[in-house]
T-cell receptor
Framework: AQKVTQAQTEISVVEKEDVTLDCVYE???????LFWYKQPPSGELVFLIR??????QNEISGRYSWNFQKSTSSFNFTITASQVVDSAVYFC????????????FGTGTRLQVFP | KAGVTQTPRYLIKTRGQQVTLSCSPI?????VSWYQQTPGQGLQFLFE???????NKGNFPGRFSGRQFSNSRSEMNVSTLELGDSALYLC?????????????FGQGTRLTVV
């Protein structure tokens, strides 16, 4: 079975704090892709990152960084020096079937950044 | 480059009616997927189309159907609406639909069934 678990339902931080959003996935496939999406109040899902199962290198993009660890089936997302504009719901997703765009989403983590 | 466009943005329908939602993908994208988002069930995959063929279908009743046209635009239809169909319906498009490229989402159609 394929599953994505985001155990943190809601996180509140004060601006400039660092925050890590956890994502744990389950799949029996050896080839799969992991994604993070941001959903602001406007509703659309904004793509943040895609990682394939063969690339365990951590990635940094500005204030965002991702830690992929196959040994623990985790793909965690850290925002450094959070800002109010980071307030949104963040979704982790798994695409594990060949030749399809079907995504299995976690339940999302609502991040609130207070000034 | 225009993003994924979904119309209408908001819709109110009565139980028992049917509804058609539209999705125009990013120019050049051939794969379109649909998702239903509700507070209780979260984001759930409905179906995926590639080159006018349904390639994958989620676990939804037959009242939910879709199609894709030759210009890659897609529509989804829900017949005999139920209160539980109230949700945000999101459409995503990607270049080749193999999970190897990112999917870009539209702003969604918020359907309310009364």
């Amino acid at each position: 079975a394929q599953k994505v678990t985001q155990a943190q339902t809601e996180i509140s931080v004060v601006e400039k704090e660092d925050v890590t959003l956890d994502c744990v996935y389950e799949t029996r496939d050896t080839t799969y892709y992991l994604f993070w999406y941001k959903q602001p109040p406007s509703g659309e899902l904004v793509f943040l990152i895609r990682r394939n199962s063969f690339d365990e290198q951590n990635e940094i993009s500005g204030r965002y960084s991702w830690n992929f660890q196959k040994s623990t089936s985790s793909f965690n997302f850290t925002i450094t020096a959070s800002q109010v504009v980071d307030s949104a719901v963040y979704f982790c997703a798994l695409s594990a079937t060949f030749n399809t765009d079907k995504l299995i989403f976690g339940t999302g983590t609502r991040l609130q950044v207070f000034p | 480059k225009a993003g994924v466009t979904q119309t209408p943005r908001y819709l109110i329908k009565t139980r028992g009616q049917q509804v058609t939602l539209s999705c125009s993908p990013i120019s050049g994208h051939r794969s379109v997927s649909w998702y239903q988002q509700t507070p209780g069930q979260g984001l759930q995959f409905l179906f995926e189309y590639f080159s006018e063929t349904q390639r994958n279908k989620g676990n939804f009743p037959g009242r939910f159907s879709g199609r894709q046209f030759s210009n890659s635009r897609s529509e989804m239809n829900v017949s005999t609406l139920e209160l539980g169909d109230s949700a945000l319906y999101l459409c995503a498009s990607s270049l080749v639909g193999r999970g190897t490229t990112e999917a870009f989402f539209g702003q969604g159609t918020r359907l309310t069934v009364v």
